[in-house]
């Protein structure tokens, strides 16, 4: 999954609320947020452009899902 700058989250359509995205950093800043509306497209971009190389942390959550994964910039 490595990445130059951008990826894509997409959510299954199970979600019935607004997911809530966050980006960390390798100390474990948030670097970034963003969301998913539930009647939205299920699909949004991140950028980690202006970021430096290493990995990424990025957690998805509603009130009753979580969902964390790595991405790698390179």
């Known amino acids: 999954n490595p990445t130059d700058n951008?990826?894509?989250v997409e959510i299954d359509s199970?979600?019935?609320e607004t997911v809530t995205i966050e980006v960390y950093d390798?100390?474990?800043r948030?670097?970034?947020?963003a969301s998913i509306a539930k009647d939205g497209s299920?699909?949004?971009?991140?950028?980690?452009d202006g970021y430096g190389s290493g990995a990424?942390?990025?957690r998805c959550y509603t009130n009753l899902y979580k969902k964390?994964?790595?991405v790698i910039k390179l």
């Open 6 to 8: 951008n990826f894509n």
């Open 14 to 16: 199970f979600s019935r």
């Open 26 to 28: 390798g100390l474990g």
């Open 30 to 33: 948030i670097i970034q947020t």
């Open 42 to 48: 299920r699909k949004t971009t991140i950028s980690l």
């Open 56 to 58: 990424y942390l990025v």
């Open 68 to 70: 964390s994964f790595k």
